[in-house]
């Protein structure tokens, strides 16, 4: 899903959604993820991504 403003956005977004969101491939959110520029918790086999984590994110510009 793609987010147009901060207020739409759930307060947990999945890999999917950021990758959406930024029009990127899953393949590099996961990059993003691995290499620690994007915070997420891991649930089972699935990461979620905190609404903070993304916009702070998304704000250092990285």
């Not at 207020?7 to 996961?30: A, F, H, Q, W």
């Amino acid at each position: 899903m793609i987010y147009k403003d901060f207020d739409s956005m759930p307060l947990v977004i999945e890999v999917r959604d950021v990758s959406d969101t930024l029009k990127i491939g899953r393949n590099k959110t996961y990059e993003l993820l691995a290499t620690g520029k994007l915070s997420a918790i891991k649930v089972g086999n699935h990461y979620k991504i905190l609404r903070d984590s993304f916009i702070e994110f998304l704000k250092s510009g990285t």
